[in-house]
């Protein structure tokens, strides 16, 4: 009966089916297998934990999930790809040795990922494979490599001229990349040639990490030999300055700039020529990014905080998520009532604020935040997502100050000090005996406790859908459905956020 169908019906119901179904559906009849084989290729992502969605509760919240993320490879410059997920070692050989034995196949693939959670398969051997097919896959789009035993060489894609996105490991120094990417990670740059053999013209979204910082910003990217029209850009473990922002003005176009990330990057605020504290990269970018819309920060301490609030200072960002390390110096709920003075809060919809604590800190009240300076939280209305480090105790009272649209919530919840007096006892045992022994004890408790907290929460917020706790390195996700919540255990949040929040 389906074979009957027009090829645009049919592609409109693979388009909207899970990958696996797709797969049962080609081995139907001739006609199907050989209108839908192709289609198998098109995505793959290498991944030892996929989601089961098959084995939950279906529910419309869960369908949105599902329906978003069948398709969620979206390259740059064109239509969303559909993924097939490999998570077994047979699988994924299996699937070279198909491409090794059927050439033809290579032509049909046009996304290809392997996270740093692949199948445990010798990076030499996975080599070996991509030796061989990458060079066959004309349709190529869109390639990640996270696997960090070994990075890839540029010269490898040399002949795939239709590569709009580069993500991971990849070694750019001994070779030249023509190729006019619009997308592009490079996790570990320690060579400043890794970046002057790449044409960076055409980019419209870059990421550069580094696990040195001696690597400045602006050295790296002098190669370029037209101006950048960059909608993204992040940075990782990099040295920034003042001066970049100027050096790079006439490469950079910073007005078209939209999102812009950067972690745990040092900001060099001593002038050479006047050893004096000059400006912070931040101060100078301000007057460029007018446009910004999302923010990502990871900050190293909160010393240099008047620099972020005077960025933040008439800016209508729609998105920001910031997390900081824990000083006991420093008094955090200052940092967040004078942080949500600085926001505007008719454009915010997407708010993470995380704290994150060494083995020194305590966690009692005073150390963490008062909830009182939530209080502007209010004002936000079109917040929808919200993220926050929490005394366990006070979830309950915070549900005040949060602004009714608020569909999904994360609380990264500590417990009172009080409650951690007996493992803080000085004692010959490790702790860890102490945790093992309750772990089942407390999950249990919390999956008991959880709910209540929810059901008095879905009374006040009409349009939460999602709701997560994450506790002594547990992540609790519930879903709420027809006024009752629903425990999601092997659904990550980080899932859902990527879907329903990009």
Request: proline share 4%; with cysteine; glycine share 2%.
């Amino acid at each position: 009966m389906l074979q009957k169908l027009p090829v645009e019906i049919l592609d409109l119901i693979v388009e909207n089916i899970h990958h696996q179904d797709v797969l049962h559906l080609s081995q139907t009849n001739k006609t199907l297998y050989r209108w839908l084989h192709p289609k198998l290729y098109h995505g793959n992502v290498m991944d030892r934990a996929p989601t089961r969605y098959s084995i939950m509760e279906q529910t419309d919240n869960l369908n949105e999930i599902i329906k978003m993320n069948n398709d969620r490879l979206q390259p740059e410059g064109g239509s969303r790809i559909p993924l097939g997920s490999i998570s077994s070692i047979y699988g994924l050989k299996l699937f070279f040795k198909n491409l090794v034995e059927n050439p033809e196949y290579c032509k049909y693939i046009k996304g290809l990922i392997f996270n740093g959670n692949s199948p445990d398969v010798p990076d030499l051997e996975i080599y070996g494979y991509l030796r061989q097919c990458i060079p066959l896959m004309s349709e190529l789009r869109v390639f990640h490599w996270y696997k960090q035993g070994m990075k890839l060489p540029g010269d490898l894609f040399s002949e795939n001229h239709r590569l709009e996105e580069l993500r991971g490991y990849f070694d750019f120094s001994c070779n030249k990349h023509s190729q006019n990417l619009l997308s592009l990670e490079l996790c570990d740059v320690n060579d400043l040639t890794d970046l002057k053999n790449i044409s960076m013209d055409s980019l419209k979204k870059l990421s550069i990490g580094s696990k040195q910082k001696s690597i400045n910003l602006s050295t790296m990217l002098q190669a370029t030999s037209k101006q950048m029209k960059l909608k993204e850009l992040a940075l990782k473990n990099i040295d920034l300055c003042h001066d970049d922002v100027t050096r790079l003005s006439p490469i950079t176009d910073w007005n078209m700039l939209q999102s812009l990330t950067i972690d745990d990057c040092s900001d060099s605020r001593f002038d050479m020529n006047t050893h004096s504290i000059s400006k912070s990269f931040l101060s100078g970018l301000k007057p460029y990014v007018q446009s910004l819309k999302q923010l990502n920060l990871a900050l190293n301490d909160f010393q240099d905080s008047h620099h972020l609030f005077s960025f933040l200072q008439d800016m209508t960002l729609s998105k920001l998520n910031i997390e900081v390390d824990h000083n006991v110096n420093h008094n955090i709920s200052f940092f967040t009532s004078t942080l949500l003075s600085c926001l505007n809060p008719d454009a915010l919809t997407h708010l993470e604020f995380k704290v994150r604590f060494g083995r020194s800190s305590s966690s009692s009240k005073d150390k963490m935040f008062d909830i009182y300076s939530l209080n502007k939280l209010r004002e936000f209305t079109k917040l929808q997502f919200l993220q926050l480090p929490i005394i366990e105790s006070d979830i309950t009272n915070l549900l005040a100050f949060i602004p009714k649209n608020v569909e999904c919530i994360s609380f990264s919840c500590k417990e009172d000090e009080s409650e951690q007096q007996f493992s803080s006892i000085s004692s010959l045992i490790h702790p860890e005996y102490w945790q093992l022994a309750t772990i089942n004890v407390i999950s249990r408790d919390e999956k008991e406790n959880f709910p209540e907290i929810i059901n008095k929460y879905q009374q006040k917020l009409p349009k939460l859908k999602w709701v997560n706790f994450n506790k002594n390195n547990n992540e609790y996700t519930y879903e709420i459905n027809n006024k009752s919540s629903i425990y999601r255990e092997s659904l990550s949040f980080k899932t859902i956020i990527r879907t329903l929040h990009p």
